[in-house]
């Protein structure tokens, strides 16, 4: 099992930056796929980006495509999701998310999840 915690959360004015961090503990050797997931109140949780484990492939939602940048550092046990040009509808709980699975984008590919970090973006 895998431990995830996020930080990097906070509020920011629109057009802002911010970079999310997720650290990984426990039987991180068996991760592979690592993904970043956001609930806006009110909404269902939805899909932001996904790595796979060695980095080399991603994927966005349409939403953040162009804005938001996912990267990972093995070494660190740690994925990170580098978030520019920031809008309020981009406020939301974002959540961390991993699985053994090799690459996964839906909320169902994911069996360990973090306990989220709020992101607010002010007009």
């Known amino acids: 099992q895998v431990q995830l915690v996020e930080s990097g959360g906070g509020s920011v004015q629109n057009g802002g930056s911010l970079r999310l961090s997720c650290a990984a503990s426990?039987?991180?050797?068996?991760?592979?796929?690592m993904g970043w997931f956001r609930q806006a109140p009110g909404k269902e949780r939805e899909f932001v980006a996904t790595i796979n484990r060695s980095g080399s492939i991603t994927k966005y939602a349409d939403s953040v495509k162009g804005r938001f940048r996912i990267s990972r550092d093995n070494a660190k046990n740690t994925v990170y999701l580098q978030m520019n040009s920031l809008k309020p509808e981009d406020t939301a709980v974002y959540y961390c998310?991993?699985?053994?699975?090799?690459?996964?984008?839906?909320?169902?590919?994911?069996?360990?999840w973090g306990r989220g970090t709020q992101v607010t973006v002010s007009s």
């Open positions: 998310a991993a699985d053994q699975a090799t690459w996964g984008s839906m909320l169902t590919d994911f069996r360990s």
């Open positions: 426990g039987s991180t050797f068996s991760t592979g796929v």
